[in-house]
């Protein structure tokens, strides 16, 4: 195929590495039927991108539909396969699923990348769980590719993450048998400040502290008018109980993507208590009054959907953090379930003035750290004298002398190093504050106390990095101080977001 019909549509923003790797797998000549699996949270932007590609090459593109039937299923997929075809709808009556997997691969073979997407699979698997089952009889028929052009590509895609994940695990029928398992994320920091057109850095990422990288919030968001600031946004927003993105609404929303979540009240519960700072099950399960082992099940739940995470020490061998990782569902428990009777009478601006201080100290604080992580990740090496860093976390140091541990907000280790290995070499160690103060040689001299202890305690420091981020920049004299030497590398909004 032509390579400039495969160019992606400008419409399509930042998602390059995916649609080459989805293209180069329609494209792909062999005439033996491929499989590809796509999964990703709501509002990632699966649909968009798929359909884009489909629109591209002339693929059949069919959607679920929440809640549908079996036979209204059917007939509505029959219907597509026709359309696709060049009949009228209502011209094929197929009897069952088998049928139409078969014609819509029959029907797509004729084109010269027969393409066949079918988005939001786990709804239709509710009602008719052999469709796997089926591809995998219609996927070992057409491996010896008998026709004269490429044979059938086949994308499955949906939201719910661990019917998806399960397509292909253990003794599933699919096993083994897809090229592709893509697991869309959400756009990088930068790239969302690029969608949302925020000029402000300081704008950008107090936006993308509530909505993370989800593209499909902003055409039910819309942006910050430069004029109103962030304040008003967000309460026209995701303080808003008429919105579709209000963000009581919105977690509800995505809960209820995953069919496993079925006790909604103990889930948002272990959520609220992992926002307010429960860390560990035991934790968890003691701010519910519940034993440990009761919170186990709804942990590993949440974490194979996105929604939480676990973060290990980069140097130790410690129980992992437990964090939430989506920033909507953060701003529901910490912001507005305990403000949801002042929201929902109205008073918005009274609501965000009150809870302001837990939102710099509980969501703007913690993502600025994160945000400093993803920087050091994939941004860092243009600065650092070594290159490319390896793995990037958070580390505790015990400082025998002071009787106290040191948290470290930012630690890379030398790329090629592994985590928790002694005597591993460490590329930077930074600190990340999202205070209004600006940062000064005090926070210099802390960090150059912490790689002391370090090479104390048998690590290689020798190429050690220190970096400072900041909110609100730094004082003259640190300024002047990293003028003059290699290894202290200072982060404000400008440099995080690669602007100025």
């Not at 926002?275 to 009054?289: K, S, V």
């Not at 070594?386 to 890379?412: C, Q, S």
């Not at 190093?417 to 504050?433: C, S």
Request: hydrophobic share 40%; with cysteine.
């Amino acid at each position: 195929m032509h390579e400039s019909m495969l160019a992606k549509p400008e419409d399509v923003v930042d998602r390059d590495r995916e649609w080459d790797l989805l293209t180069e797998f329609v494209t792909d000549p062999d005439p033996a039927m491929r499989l590809g699996i796509v999964s990703g949270r709501r509002r990632y932007g699966k649909s968009y991108l798929l359909q884009a590609l489909s629109e591209r090459v002339g693929g059949l593109y069919v959607t679920a539909v929440r809640e549908e039937g079996r036979l209204p299923a059917i007939q509505r997929f029959s219907d597509a396969i026709a359309t696709h075809a060049g009949l009228r709808p209502g011209t094929l009556r197929l009897a069952d699923w088998r049928e139409v997997l078969s014609n819509a691969l029959d029907v797509t073979a004729r084109s010269r990348t027969p393409l066949l997407v079918i988005d939001e699979l786990p709804y239709l698997l509710q009602h008719s769980p052999e469709i796997p089952g089926l591809l995998q009889q219609l996927y070992d028929e057409r491996q010896r590719g008998t026709g004269a052009g490429p044979g059938a590509r086949v994308i499955l895609c949906g939201s719910a993450m661990s019917v998806m994940h399960e397509l292909l695990s253990g003794t599933k029928p699919l096993r083994g048998r897809a090229v592709i398992d893509l697991r869309l994320g959400a756009f990088d920091y930068r790239a969302s400040r690029a969608f949302w057109q925020v000029d402000d850095p300081l704008t950008a990422l107090q936006v993308h502290a509530v909505l993370g990288g989800a593209p499909g919030y902003r055409p039910v968001a819309a942006r910050p008018h430069p004029n109103d600031g962030f304040a008003s946004w967000l309460t026209r927003t995701l303080l808003d109980p008429g919105r579709a993105v209000y963000s009581r609404t919105e977690t509800e929303y995505l809960l209820r993507e995953d069919p496993r979540i079925t006790q909604h009240t103990l889930y948002y519960d272990i959520l609220t208590a992992i926002a307010r700072g429960a860390t560990t099950p035991t934790r968890i399960g003691a701010a519910l009054e519940r034993q440990r082992n009761a919170v186990t099940h709804p942990l590993d739940v949440l974490e194979s959907t996105g929604y939480i995470q676990r973060e290990q020490d980069i140097l130790r061998p410690r129980h992992p953090v437990i964090t939430l990782a989506d920033p909507v569902i953060r701003f529901n428990q910490l912001i507005t379930l305990p403000q949801a009777a002042t929201v929902e009478q109205g008073f918005a601006e009274e609501a965000w003035k009150a809870a302001a201080p837990t939102f710099n100290s509980k969501i703007l604080g913690p993502h600025f750290e994160d945000l400093a992580r993803t920087f050091t990740r994939r941004y860092a090496h243009t600065l650092l004298t070594g290159g490319l860093p390896g793995p990037v976390g958070t580390t505790e140091v015990a400082d025998p002398a002071a009787r106290t541990k040191h948290e470290v907000d930012v630690i890379a280790l030398a790329l090629g190093e592994r985590p928790q290995a002694p005597r591993a070499r460490i590329a930077l160690l930074g600190e990340a504050k999202a205070t209004a103060a600006r940062r000064g040689t005090g926070d210099l001299q802390r960090l150059e106390h912490i790689r002391t202890l370090l090479a104390d305690q048998g690590y290689d420091t020798t190429n050690t990095t220190l970096a400072l981020f900041s909110l609100h920049g730094f004082y003259p004299d640190l300024i002047e101080s990293a003028a003059g030497r290699e290894d202290l590398l200072l982060v404000d909004l400008a440099t995080l977001y690669g602007v100025g």
